[in-house]
């Protein structure tokens, strides 16, 4: 498993912005594939966004396609989500998971983060 820390995360008016940020201090996480999912209060875990280990492949659920662009930093060896146009409903935790293939569900992950809020306020 591959320890994960994500930041970036607060408190933002709707219509604004944030950058997340999810990293490694193993200098794996070039070689895995990447994903963003989200979980609100009383909600399951649901998928956000993955990159693939190449970075050319990415995946995009349906409630953020268009808003939210997800991006790899093999420099800083960082997966970067950066969100706009954001609602309330986008309110949650967002967790970042890395995992050997592409994929939607969270089965397919073994490393976890800890987790960073995300607040939107109308």
């Known amino acids: 498993q591959v320890q994960l820390v994500e930041s970036g995360g607060g408190l933002v008016q709707a219509g604004g912005s944030l950058r997340l940020s999810c990293t490694s201090s193993?200098?794996?996480?070039?070689?895995?594939?990447v994903a963003w999912f989200r979980q609100a209060p009383g909600k399951e875990r649901e998928f956000v966004a993955v990159?693939?280990?190449?970075?050319?492949?990415?995946r995009y659920g349906d409630v953020v396609k268009g808003r939210f662009t997800l991006s790899r930093d093999r420099a800083k060896n960082t997966v970067d989500l950066q969100l706009a146009a954001l609602e309330p409903e986008d309110t949650a935790t967002y967790y970042c998971?890395?995992?050997?293939?592409?994929?939607?569900?969270?089965?397919?992950?073994?490393?976890w983060g800890q987790g960073t809020q995300v607040t939107v306020s109308s």
């Open positions: 193993q200098r794996v996480l070039g070689n895995l594939a």
């Open positions: 998971a890395a995992g050997a293939a592409l994929s939607v569900t969270t089965s397919s992950f073994n490393s």
């Open positions: 990159i693939s280990g190449s970075g050319h492949g990415t």
